[in-house]
């Protein structure tokens, strides 16, 4: 069954601690990303990978960290310097430029 | 650079009549365009898109849009609208010029309110 599965659906984080979030992929998809959802913001690019060990800062960096060592896997880590990371985490993939992105199911994080 | 516009944050309309939910683009070089559903608390769904070719582009669910480069638009349609296509709308774009990967830009979104 093929798709993007990202896990794990609901998340709570104590003030302070870094936290991951998982995104693994079984299209064979070259590009991946990290989008953050707030409520009337529609959707705000993070981090995005074209190939396995690269990836560029999208427009809301700051406070996450990400990394790229397998074809099908993309983690984003959303640290403890990130100021408000309270949000919905949507990861997606494509196959390159001009084609259409697929999207996991989202985390919902929580700052408790 | 690359950006988005979704004009309206909600759009109301009676199940069985048409639906138009509005999206106007800037971006260097062609436009790749794409629109996407989000029901909540899910992901995002694929629609459609316009890569090059025909203007009037159709999708799933019997959703269109048509792509209009004088006006920098790209609104998607519905002849006519069912209760089940109340949801998120959103609308994406991705600049054609070579080089490193394009950025894919999404609106604000707009919320479809489909009444019985």
């Known amino acids: 069954d093929g798709g993007i599965t990202q896990s794990p659906k609901y998340l709570f984080r104590k003030e302070g601690q870094n936290v991951t979030l998982s995104c693994e992929q079984n299209l064979n998809h070259d590009a991946m990303y990290w989008y953050r959802q707030d409520p009337g913001q529609g959707l705000r690019l993070i981090y995005y990978s074209q190939i396995v060990n690269d990836f560029q800062k999208g427009d809301i960096a700051e406070g996450y960290s990400v990394s790229r060592e397998k074809k099908e896997s993309f983690p984003l880590t959303v640290t403890s310097a990130q100021k408000n990371p309270t949000a919905f985490y949507l990861c997606?993939?494509?196959?390159?430029?001009?084609?259409?992105?697929?999207f996991g199911q989202g985390t919902r994080l929580t700052v408790v | 650079a690359q950006s988005v516009a979704q004009p309206e944050d909600q759009v109301n309309v009676a199940e069985g009549n048409p639906l138009t939910v509005k999206c106007t683009y800037s971006v260097s070089g062609n436009p790749y365009l794409f629109w996407y559903v989000q029901y909540p608390n899910r992901g995002l769904q694929f629609l459609l898109k316009?890569?090059?070719?025909?203007?009037l582009v159709k999708g799933s669910y019997g959703f269109e849009a048509e792509f209009n480069k004088s006006q920098t638009s790209f609104h998607l349609k519905k002849p006519s609208a069912l209760v089940s296509d109340s949801a998120l709308y959103f609308c994406a774009v991705r600049g054609d010029y070579g080089g490193a990967t394009n950025k894919l830009i999404f609106g604000t979104g707009t919320l479809l309110a489909v009444q019985p």
């Open positions: 997606a993939s494509s196959i390159y430029q001009n084609t259409e992105a697929f």
């Open positions: 316009y890569i090059t070719g025909d203007n």
